[in-house]
């Protein structure tokens, strides 16, 4: 009977720690997720702007380019 209740007391147990793991590892999977999401609307916003100071750097060099002629 010992051993049966041993046996049952590490199969719970086991039961739990993998139960616990389960849902950090979701846990943690979430927030990449987030972080990934929050890391490309970033790296969006940053392109945004870069293509915005190419258009004004073309046209400023059209403009100087008139001036010179």
Avoid: G, P
């Avoid at 943690?28 to 916003?45: L, T, V």
């Avoid at 392109?47 to 059209?62: F, G, K, V, Y």
């Amino acid at each position: 009977m010992k051993a049966t209740v041993k046996h049952i007391v590490k199969k719970v147990t086991l039961e739990l720690i993998y139960d616990v793991v389960d849902e950090r590892t979701k846990e943690i999977n979430a927030r990449m997720d987030q972080m990934r999401q929050e890391h490309k609307e970033d790296s969006e916003s940053v392109n945004a702007r870069i293509d915005q100071i190419h258009t004004r750097l073309d046209q400023i060099m059209r403009m100087l380019a008139e001036l010179r002629k």
